[in-house]
């Protein structure tokens, strides 16, 4: 199994910058891809990042140019450095965890509220 615990989510301003972190435990050597997923309320959860073990990354649309997704593999942390945040990113962000097996794991999530 895997554990993720997000963290780094609040209230910001219009153009704003906000780091999320998902910190990783278990048996992380079964994760091929990790990745970041928003749901704002009444919509249906997207994703906005992903980063696979090779290292290629993945963006939605609406997010590329603004957000980063990155790995610290010393630390079994995942971070999404957001940037020019806009009230549409409003959300609850979740990570998850897909892994070699076809499971997947998701963290509790975390809200980001874009808003001034």
């Known amino acids: 199994q895997v554990q993720l615990v997000e963290s780094g989510g609040g209230l910001v301003q219009p153009g704003g910058s906000l780091r999320l972190s998902c910190v990783c435990s278990?048996?992380?050597?079964?994760?091929?891809?990790m990745g970041w997923y928003r749901q704002a309320p009444g919509k249906q959860r997207e994703l906005v990042a992903s980063?696979?073990?090779?290292?290629?990354?993945n963006y939605a649309d609406s997010v590329k140019g603004r957000f980063t997704i990155s790995r610290d593999n010393t630390q079994n942390t995942v971070y999404l450095q957001m940037k020019s945040l806009k009230p549409e990113d409003t959300a609850v962000y979740y990570c998850?965890?897909?892994?070699?097996?076809?499971?997947?794991?998701w963290g509790q999530g975390t809200q980001v509220t874009v808003s001034s």
């Open positions: 998850n965890a897909a892994l070699y097996d076809r499971s997947s794991y």
């Open positions: 278990g048996t992380i050597f079964k994760i091929h891809t």
């Open positions: 980063i696979h073990t090779g290292g290629s990354t």
